[in-house]
């Protein structure tokens, strides 16, 4: 029989079968890709075919009416909006790739496992441009099927969904609800006596459905009371002041929200540049309250410019030492000029008197007014008590005492001849509720305003007084980046005892940048013969802007002022207020937003003033 050939070991079927098993494992290959992305058609030459092409149009279409308009600034396609439109980059089928996966992975985690997506092309060769739609087809949600707990407090109430939780049985199951429930569990915890719990949760699919029940186990640990506090790192002398300030009582039950309020009350008397509040367990049950504190530089410079009142503009300036007396005794002088206003004082401030929150000052204050109907000067010994509350929120109580010198300008009958300038004793109070996002450039919230003053009558005055004036905004975003604001103002006051006038300075002034731009400043109301402003008992102020963010710091708003000032409060009517609107272009900087108007009268003919008017200042008016 003749010898084989073939190499010892190499049976001669197996090498048939090598090009067999080749083209299936590419036939294999090429069905699992297809089956993985049957929707990418840029993984065919037609998405390719494209490349480096104009996206003219970029849509989304399809997604479910929650997430409509949301998923587009994740996408790179969707291109960056600038003032003139929108730039996109030149399409690439690998740019569109990694656009539907960011989507996909976007609509699963919103409750969206199953969406499937799909590319549509509308060229234009002749021009090299193309639009393009992603259509989403999201299937069915998945939902919460259902919420259980071991080793929940026996003590403590469960979670109330949608309260408590942000998972609520029946809704779309997302990912990050399950995060946010979990830092509420252990927050709720954790303001509930129990200072180091733990929570773990697990997701059961419910079989047949698209339902997610989700578990939490917990370990909440022992129930711990707070026994001590040790101040370590500031002054020996603040020790008592932080004691005091922070509001510590040895055996109250743990609470995280009562250490983050207790660094805040000390973040708020700015005698520390650093504050760390953390509790050691002494044994099971009891903690250590251990803050550990890092003197500030008590001594600071501050001054700004705006127009934060009713003059054009105005310059301020201060020195503050806050602990020049020690044990949190601080002494501040400040000084403003302006226009039509000089004001200059100095005073004493110290924490913790009437109230752990409040702040105290006695002060001496050197005022000077200076219009074309008079002039005013005041020397005033201030006493000051504010009450710090929520966030921005305080109440000012005060006690003035101070004497007043008159010189008028004006022959006005009703003004020259009732003028009692003077001793002058007044009490005052100010409430101020803030819920606006920004104190500077506020685009969501409210806050409301109250100012009740009382010059005592009784003979201890020389022109007693009673005002009250109230004030009011709101602000609401919008589609399209734009912000609507609104704001009001009502302020009454009249004349008490046997005095038949208000001083000029204690009168109601409107017009101008801060109050209504279609009247130059304090034009508003009640004139002499030569059109100086008289000011008055009553005044009404309405008005209304919608801003947009144009390009980069260059913001723009549309707006309708509204206002009036009475004589006599009995006078105030509503049909007697004039009305202007107008464009406004701000710059966004630093010091705030600088803000140029232009304004025209609704109705000039109704007091005869200019049709138009150009106006200018610093800051937000409201």
């Known amino acids: 029989m003749p010898r084989s050939t073939r190499p010892i070991g190499t049976p001669l079927p197996l090498l048939r079968l090598v090009p067999l098993l080749c083209a299936v494992v590419w036939a294999m290959g090429w069905a699992m890709g297809a089956m993985a992305a049957p929707d990418f058609p840029d993984r065919s030459d037609r998405g390719k075919r494209f490349n480096g092409w104009e996206v003219q149009d970029f849509q989304v279409v399809g997604l479910p009416p929650a997430l409509a308009g949301k998923p587009e600034q994740r996408l790179v396609l969707s291109g960056q909006r600038k003032l003139l439109g929108v730039k996109r980059s030149p399409f690439k089928a690998d740019l569109l790739q990694a656009d539907m996966t960011r989507l996909r992975l976007y609509l699963a985690q919103q409750g969206y496992p199953l969406a499937r997506l799909a590319a549509e092309f509308d060229p234009d060769p002749a021009g090299g441009r193309l639009s393009l739609v992603l259509r989403v087809d999201p299937g069915p949600p998945t939902r919460v099927g259902g919420l259980s707990y071991a080793g929940w407090p026996e003590n403590l109430d469960r979670p109330r969904p949608g309260q408590d939780l942000d998972l609520v049985p029946g809704a779309v199951f997302r990912d990050q609800d399950v995060k946010n429930s979990r830092a509420r569990l252990r927050r709720l915890l954790q303001d509930s006596g129990y200072a180091r719990p733990e929570l773990q949760f697990s997701l059961n699919p419910v079989p047949d459905s698209l339902l997610v029940a989700v578990h939490w186990t917990v370990n909440s640990g022992p129930f711990a009371v707070v026994d001590s506090l040790l101040v370590e790192g500031c002054r020996s002398d603040l020790i008592p002041l932080v004691r005091r300030v922070s509001g510590f009582r040895p055996g109250r039950p743990f609470a995280e929200k009562a250490v983050q309020a207790m660094a805040a009350d000390l973040r708020r008397t700015q005698l520390f540049r650093q504050i760390d509040l953390k509790t050691e367990e002494l044994n099971p049950g009891h903690l250590l309250l251990r803050a550990r504190l890092e003197d500030a530089r008590w001594r600071s410079w501050n001054a700004g410019v705006g127009t934060w009142s009713d003059n054009p503009w105005q310059v301020d300036v201060g020195w503050t030492h806050r602990n020049l007396f020690s044990h949190g005794v601080g002494f501040q002088a400040t000084a403003s000029l302006a226009t039509h206003h000089t004001q200059v004082g100095g005073g004493v401030f110290w924490l913790g008197w009437l109230e752990r929150r409040a702040r105290t000052r006695v002060g001496l204050e050197f005022l000077e007014e200076d219009e074309d109907a008079f002039r005013t000067r005041e020397e005033r010994l201030d006493l000051v008590q504010v009450f710090s509350l929520r966030g921005r929120d305080a109440v000012k109580l005060g006690m003035s005492a101070s004497n007043v010198d008159v010189t008028l300008r004006t022959e006005a009958r009703d003004i020259s001849q009732e003028m009692r300038p003077g001793r002058l004793l007044e009490l005052w109070l100010d409430w101020k509720r803030d819920r606006t996002d920004d104190p500077i450039a506020p685009g969501r919230g409210h806050y409301t305003k109250l100012s009740l003053s009382w010059g005592v009558p009784f003979g201890v005055s020389a022109s007693p007084y009673a005002m009250a004036q109230g004030d009011a905004a709101w602000f609401q975003p919008l589609p399209g980046r734009w912000t609507l604001a609104t704001r009001g103002r009502l302020g009454l006051a009249r ?86 609107g107008g464009l406004s272009l701000d710059f966004m900087t630093p010091v705030g937003p600088v803000r140029v108007n232009h304004a025209w009268n609704v109705d000039p003919g109704k007091d005869g003033r200019p049709r138009r008017l150009w106006s200018a200042g610093i800051g937000y008016p409201w």
């Open 495 to 580: 004349p008490l005892g046997d005095a038949t006038e208000l001083l000029p300075n204690r009168r109601f002034f409107a017009g101008g940048f801060n109050t209504m731009r279609g009247r130059k400043r304090r034009e508003l109301g009640p004139l002499d013969s030569q059109g100086n402003p008289l000011g008055g008992q009553a005044t009404l102020l309405a008005g209304m802007e919608i801003r947009r963010p144009l390009w980069k710091i260059v913001h723009g708003a549309l707006f309708l002022d509204g206002g009036q000032v009475w004589s006599r409060r009995q006078d105030l009517s509503p049909g007697d207020m004039v009305w202007a």
